[in-house]
């Protein structure tokens, strides 16, 4: 996948991480900057849930079944 605009970075990888990106580009002809940033995007997603089951754990969150927690606001409108 070629992106628009790119930042060039260098990273050091285990040689058993940079083993498992040389064979799984050969195996399937990724390039190597794409399973990077696989990898990132799979850590991203991997965060993101774990903040949002500490956010649903908080009890911080509104309960839409009970209402949002807004003041209805239609009943103050005129109507006409």
Known sequence: MAYE???RITASLP?????FVDEYQQR???SKSE?????????????L???????AQSGEFVD????????DEAAQWPKG
């Open 49 to 55: 849930a774990e903040e949002y089951a500490a956010y």
């Open 64 to 71: 839409l079944e009970a209402g949002d927690g807004l003041h």
């Open 15 to 19: 040689p058993h991480l940079a083993a």
């Open 5 to 7: 605009s790119a930042q």
């Open 35 to 47: 399973i990077i940033a696989l990898g990132l995007r799979a850590l991203q997603e991997q965060l």
């Open 28 to 30: 399937t002809g990724t």
